[in-house]
């Protein structure tokens, strides 16, 4: 940081300059495979049609906040990039992995068509001086229409796993990834994942009866697409095994 302590002759006093020094830009966490046991970086989450971003915290020992922004892009030009978030420090529930959870009703899919655009996201870091670094980081994400589960059906040793999904918004799709996780030490613990590009039947077995407790069984639709602009969505749903 450029704090000098200035001694001014014949004031008989000391000033201390102001800081200038910017922090550095905070880096979007990188996203993991989308087949991944446990998903890291930007995605959808099962509560709605909302989009979950985290960052690196920064290592700047008079860091006060961070402010988000967003564009939305579509197939023709990048629109307007606007201020959507200033996240103070002291607001924040996790200072060791910061995160937003952006819920505006603009992400969601057309509800007739399933058509949706995406968005881009830029992040900069302020300190108690006022100063904001640059947007040197961006990350894109496109919610797809969510897929509709059924309660899990136990049959003979195994469990079926099923759901339902949109035929106007399936050309969007390129496969789903089913995940199961259990109920352990208040939160949900994967330990099961399949990637499946079939769209007749969306059903598949996990080939034995869990031990008996509480479990969530989840879908996330899986954009086609580039890795550079990931698209999808996720539904959840819990149940028990007595």
Known sequence: MMLAALALS??????????LDPPAAPHFVPRSADTALVEQGVDAVPEGDWIHLVWEPGPEPDLEGYRLYRRAVDDTAD????LIADLPLAELP??????????DPALAPHSQTGIT???????GAYDEAGNESGLTDSI???????????????????LVLSWSYSLAAAFQVDYFVVRLFRAEGGG????????YN???????????????GQYLFQVDVVGAGSSAEPAGSEAALEFMVL
């Open 94 to 103: 996790d200072l060791n992995q910061p995160g937003y959870l952006d819920n």
């Open 140 to 158: 894109y994400y496109r919610l797809l229409p969510k897929p509709s589960l059924t309660q899990p059906v136990q049959q003979d040793s195994a």
């Open 198 to 212: 079939l769209f007749n039947p969306l059903q598949v077995i996990y080939p034995e009866i869990p031990d008996p």
């Open 10 to 19: 014949g004031c008989g006093r000391e000033e201390i300059a102001a800081d």
């Open 188 to 195: 949900w613990t994967p330990f099961w994942t399949l990637k």
């Open 79 to 82: 629109i307007e990039m606007h």
């Open 117 to 123: 655009g995406g968005f881009r996201y830029f992040i």
